[in-house]
């Protein structure tokens, strides 16, 4: 069975940098296309970018575009969500899911725990 666990989330001051990761286990990462979601406090749950199963196809919601990239290697079962140019917006917990049937569009049927980034000076 497919587990996600996600890292790299913590606190980081306005205009920062950081790099979340999503590793899997248990099944070929290859066979799921994985997305980005954030939780932040007060709000509903928004998708933040999605890399297909191949990593030929990415997508960001607006707010992220231009200041976050999305990567995957699948010989080493992660994804990888670049944040930069971070603002107090951004902060939430960070949670990766897989999809396994229409890329991206596909329903996502496995979540992480989630990584908590907070930005504030």
């Known amino acids: 069975q497919l587990q996600l666990v996600e890292s790299g989330g913590g606190l980081v001051q306005p205009g920062g940098s950081l790099r979340l990761s999503c590793v899997a286990s248990g099944f070929p990462l290859n066979h799921y296309a994985i997305g980005w979601f954030r939780q932040a406090p007060g709000k509903e749950r928004e998708g933040v970018s999605c890399i297909s199963k191949t990593g030929g196809a990415m997508t960001f919601t607006d707010s992220v575009k231009g200041r976050f990239t999305i990567s995957r290697n699948n010989a080493e079962s992660t994804v990888y969500l670049q944040l930069n140019s971070l603002n107090p917006e951004d902060t939430g917990i960070y949670l990766c899911?897989?999809?396994?049937?229409?890329?991206?569009?596909?329903?996502?049927?496995?979540w992480g725990q989630g990584t908590q980034v907070t930005v504030s000076s």
């Open positions: 899911a897989a999809a396994r049937d229409w890329d991206c569009l596909g329903k996502f049927e496995t």
